[in-house]
Each structure stands twice: as structure tokens, then as C-alpha cells.
């Protein structure tokens, strides 16, 4: 790397001494480029085994890479942290400007330790951090209120990123988010929960670095390239115009839209919800992460009238996008748009995971109607498929917790159904909720053996794509090879910190080039075994923490649903699990 490239500085801040730290170590970059290489790293240095998620000792770590700053869609920031809600390895990426601030005030990665012992916030700025008091932040009932008192009363604004957490990360959902630049979030496992358990509410990073290039030439030409590629790219422009809602329509076409609670996989309200009606008649804007020529996030203008005063209009402007559209849309059987987008504008506010909110709520409601819960249970919320208002009132709950059933779902699906019942609806995978895609046996597997539990470790949903359309089903350990290679070379682009949506602009070649003209001479080689180098250590991280991939229930309403190829095999998804858990064997 080049020598006065600030990518090698870790900034760790003390929460509980109130003291910050910065150090050289790069080391660690050149073994692991930056990202999730870098922070997996770090979490092995800085989280005990056995530390509770919520405790003193779990520390909070977000990582950029090196080319942050330099290049088109390199945007996004990892955040790494032992997870409350699967008591494992927490990780969630987020873009809006939080990587760009972080690398413009001169780090690669931030360690937050130890629990203040009142509500604090965070502003890093260049070499300083300062921790104000956040008690009057603390409490607010919306996470926009805080986005927008920090507007104001810090500077910065155009080049700083704001994190926050909402009511829900103060209580310790455990699938309480963070929320960035209002629209991004780091959405999954419970970052806005260990948020709240440090009394931390928020933190705002702001810089005015300068960051270096070895070769101003060489660096211009590899940038148009991307640039260019970015910008001419048919699929960035599908992202561009519509947005990731662009796949509403065909997977529900296909049978593979998990709707009610994945009872079906078509959904009779799909239209409705579908890209290219949102667009037509709700998209307001959109917007882009920093640095990223796509602008795929889709805003909608939401306008509600006043109860009582005719001709008087709120006008919200609210992010919409494929897989809060299933979460809080079809999984609930609800097809009214303005319905779908005011439960979104709730969780929002609440400051909770959308997917996992979604599919909690859709076992809540399948839970009432088959008498597992009574409406006592629910605190008099009378859940039913297409009810958004009920959705809300629920969403408010799952907060507040007046009852028992609530505090329970605050923990998930699978820790709701251990207590009430439901366990074979209850649809998480490694104690994650599902994301939006009844595919096929790759989806699920690559649910089931993903370092995070998610669609995009290792996107099975698309594998089951290319196996439908080639006509050729792969046996179960073929699946496996297929998933961990996908999900070992994601670790790549993990650690650069690239959008996924641009992996296709990413090649080994383009990445080779982009990383010399910063300093970083590694072949494509290389490259491949820093990814498997990573995700071993994701796996040994989540087996120290007591992850047992062979114990993991598999929900049977999977197995009970049609999906694109056909029922799915219990047999087959179990054989293909072992045979993962063979080859991770140490
Ligand atoms: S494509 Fe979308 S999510 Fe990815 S960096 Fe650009 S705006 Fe952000």
C-alpha cells in the first residue's frame, strides 16, 4: 500500500473511558485488503469468546477498503459485532456516505468498546472524536427526529455521515437496525440492539482527507473504465430506473414470491407492489450512495390526507425496495400500496430490520389464526392477512412491549415459536428471518450455510435461477461447491468494500488494476485466497460462538410449498449440509 495512505489506521474508542486510540496496522490491510477481511480480524482480536452480544465486552467494528474514495460503487462500509439475534457472527453493510467519511477522515476501520454509562453520541472528526451527551436524544419516538436534530446541531453537512438508532435499538430488539443518511441501513442481526446496550444513540463521521494514488494516469484510465461500465451497464440501468422492486413481476410469475407467510408463492396483490406500478404512480426520487453513478434507491411520495381538514396533505417521502416490499407487503398478504409503504414509514421509525419485521409479523398473524396466541397475547391487535393497520399497531408493540408475546417477538421467530408454538412456519435460517425468495434448494441452502443467514452471502435465489432456466438440476453436493464458491469470492468484494449490485463491473482483472494504482500488487490468485481465507474465518468465529450448522431446524412450510423446481427435499438439503460441514471440517 502506499506509505501515507490513511487506510491503514484504526481509530478505537474506549465508550466507557471516554478515550480514543489511533494506530498504524498494515499488516492487517496488506493480509486482508480491508472490509470484512479486515474486520473479522479485528473482531477475533477484540471479542472474547462467549461475550454476551449485549454486553460491556462486545465490541463494535465498521471497516472500508481501499478503494473507498477512488472508485465508482466502492461505497459501502462493513460492520462486524457478535450478533443478539443468532448469538454469532454479526455483520451488515451499509452505504449512503458512511464509507466515504469514514476513509475522508483518515481510517480503514473503527473498534467501539466498552458500555457508556449514560445516552452518548460519537462525532469523529479528522483526528479527534468527541462524545456528547445524548440524553435529550434518548427516548425521541422516531428515529427521523434524531437524524434531523443532528442535521442541525452538527457540521459537516454534504460530506458527513449520521448513524442512529431508533426506539427499537434503545430497547434492544435484537433486530433493531442502524440507519444511515436516513434511507441506508446496516439492516441485519441486531447492530442498533448492541447500539443500545453502550447507551450509544449515535455517531457522525466527518473528514478532509486528501487520499493519495500511485499513478495519476493509470488510476484516471482504470476509473473512466468503471465509471463508463457502471454507466453503460444495462443491468445498473434496470437498477436506476425501477430499482431492486423490478423483481416483484417475475418472481412472482415464476411461483417463487413467498407470500402469507409463504402459505403460496404467488401473490394475487403482485401488481400492485411491483417496480413498475410503484414507479408510475408513487416514485417521488432518487438517490444515490456516495460515489456511485447508479442511484438505485427509489423514494417514494407518500401524500395523506388530514383526518378531519379537507384539502390539508402530510407528503412523506419513504424508501422503498424489493425486500422490504416482501417483508412488510406479500408475506402479509397486503397488496394496498399506501398501507404497504406506511408500515415501512413505522418501521422506520421504530428503527427495525424490515425483513426480519416482516417475517415476524407473518408468523404473528398465522400464530392467531390457528389459535397458538389469543388476541390477549397480542394486546388486542387483531392480525390478519392484508391488515396494515394491525401491522403497525403490532410493529409499535414489538417496541413497547406491553405483553409477554411481544417481548418474545422482539427476539425473532425462532426464539416466538419456541415459546408459543409455530416452529414449522417459523421461517429463520440460523435464527435469521428469511429474505424474499421461495427459489429453490440453493436459496435455502445458501440461507442455511451463509456466514450471515443471508441472500447475499452467497445468492442462492440466483443459482436456482440459472439451474431452472439450463434445464439441469445439480446434485446437492454440486449445490454446495457452487454456494461456497460464490460466497468465497463475495468475501472479495466484502473487503473492498464494493456494492454487490456492481460485481459484475468487478472482475478479478478490474480489481487487480483498480488496487494497483492504490498500492496493493495482489494477482487474481491472491485474491481468491484471501476470500477463503475469510470466510473460514466467519465459520471458525460462529462455531467458537456455539453455531452448529447440522442442528439448525428447517422449517417445513418450505417443504410444503411449490416452488419453481418442484417440492423441495428435506433429504437433499440435509445431505447437502453435511457435506458442507465435511468440507469446513478443521
Ligand atoms: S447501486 Fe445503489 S446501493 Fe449500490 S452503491 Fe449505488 S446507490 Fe448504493
Redesign the pocket.
Known amino acids: 500500500m502506499i506509505s501515507h495512505d490513511p487506510i491503514a489506521r484504526i481509530l478505537t474508542i474506549d465508550l466507557f473511558q471516554r478515550r480514543f486510540s489511533i494506530d498504524e496496522r498494515p499488516e492487517l490491510f496488506d493480509e486482508a485488503i480491508g472490509g470484512a477481511g479486515v474486520a473479522i480480524r479485528l473482531l477475533e482480536e477484540h471479542c472474547p469468546p462467549g461475550a454476551d452480544p449485549l454486553g460491556e465486552d462486545n465490541p463494535i467494528i465498521f471497516a472500508v477498503g481501499p478503494l473507498v474514495g477512488h472508485f465508482p ?1 466502492a ?2 462500509t462493513v460492520a462486524m459485532f457478535k450478533s443478539p439475534h443468532t448469538g454469532n457472527l454479526g455483520e451488515s453493510h451499509a ?2 456516505r458512511s464509507a466515504v467519511s469514514i476513509r475522508m477522515a483518515g481510517y480503514g476501520a473503527i473498534v467501539i468498546v466498552g458500555q457508556s454509562n449514560k445516552p452518548v453520541y460519537l462525532v469523529i472528526e479528522d483526528d479527534t472524536v468527541h462524545f456528547r451527551d445524548a440524553s435529550a436524544l434518548w427516548g425521541l419516538r422516531s428515529s427521523y427526529t434524531v437524524g434531523s436534530v443532528l442535521r442541525e446541531r452538527e457540521k459537516g453537512s454534504g460530506h458527513r455521515s449520521i448513524m442512529r438508532i431508533g426506539p427499537a435499538g434503545e430497547k434492544q430488539v435484537s433486530y433493531s437496525c442502524v440507519i444511515t443518511e436516513t434511507y ?1 441501513h446496516f439492516g441485519r442481526l441486531g447492530l442498533g440492539a448492541v447500539f443500545g446496550s453502550k447507551n450509544l444513540k449515535a455517531i457522525v463521521v466527518s473528514g478532509n482527507r486528501t487520499l493519495p494514488v500511485l499513478d495519476p494516469k493509470r488510476y484516471r484510465t482504470q476509473y473512466n473504465a468503471l465509471y463508463s461500465a457502471a454507466t453503460g451497464s444495462p443491468l ?1 440501468k434496470k ?1 436506476h430506473d425501477l ?1 431492486t422492486p423490478i423483481n416483484v413481476g417475475p418472481l412472482n410469475e415464476l411461483g417463487a414470491l413467498p407470500t402469507r407467510n409463504l402459505k403460496q408463492s404467488r401473490f394475487e396483490g403482485a401488481d400492485a407492489l411491483s417496480g413498475e406500478h410503484l414507479a408510475e404512480r408513487y416514485l417521488g426520487r432518487r ?3 456516495a ?7 427509489h423514494i417514494a411520495a407518500l401524500r395523506t390526507p388530514h383526518p378531519s381538514e379537507p384539502y390539508f396533505y402530510k407528503t412523506s417521502m419513504l424508501g422503498y425496495d424489493y425486500e422490504p416490499i416482501f417483508a412488510l407487503g406479500t408475506m402479509l398478504g397486503i397488496s394496498d400500496v399506501a398501507g404497504m409503504l406506511r408500515l415501512m414509514d413505522e418501521v422506520e421509525i421504530q428503527g427495525l430490520d424490515a425483513m426480519s419485521t416482516g417475517v415476524s409479523l407473518a408468523w404473528a398473524t398465522e400464530a392467531l389464526e390457528q389459535g397458538l396466541t389469543t388476541l390477549a397475547d397480542t394486546n388486542g391487535v387483531a392480525l390478519a392477512w392484508g391488515d396494515a393497520d394491525a401491522a403497525i399497531e403490532a410493529v409499535r408493540r414489538v417496541v413497547s412491549q406491553p405483553t409477554d408475546f411481544y417481548r418474545a417477538l422482539a427476539h425473532g421467530v425462532s426464539h416466538a415459536s419456541s415459546m408459543y408454538g409455530g416452529e414449522d412456519f417459523a421461517l429463520a435460517f440460523g435464527g435469521n428471518e428469511m429474505p424474499g425468495y421461495h427459489t429453490g434448494p440453493a436459496g435455502y441452502l445458501g440461507y442455511l450455510l451463509g456466514a450471515r443467514h443471508s441472500h447475499l452471502d452467497n445468492a442462492g435465489y440466483s443459482i436456482d435461477q440459472k439451474n431452472l432456466a439450463s434445464g439441469i438440476q445439480p446434485t446437492a453436493e454440486e449445490l454446495v461447491e457452487q454456494l461456497v464458491g460464490e460466497e468465497s469470492w463475495r468475501q472479495v468484494l466484502s473487503s473492498l468494500v ?5 460485481r459484475g463491473l468487478y472482475t478479478p482483472e478490474a480489481i487487480v488494476e483498480a488496487l494497483a494504482t492504490v498500492g496493493f500488487e495482489l494477482d487474481e490468485s491472491r485474491l481468491r485466497e484471501i476470500g477463503a481465507d475469510v470466510l473460514r474465518r466467519k465459520y471458525q468465529f460462529k462455531r467458537r460462538e456455539g453455531f452448529d450448522l447440522l442442528s439448525e431446524p428447517i422449517p417445513r412450510r418450505i417443504l410444503q410449498t411449490e416452488s419453481p423446481i418442484g417440492m423441495i427435499s428435506e433429504e437433499m438439503l440435509r445431505t447437502a449440509l453435511r457435506a458442507f460441514d465435511d468440507g469446513f471440517q478443521e
Open positions: 460503487l461505497s459501502k452505504g449512503g441506508r445498473m437498477y430499482g438517490l444515490a450512495c460515489h456511485c453513478p447508479v442511484a438505485c434507491i464494493v456494492c454487490f449490485f456492481s
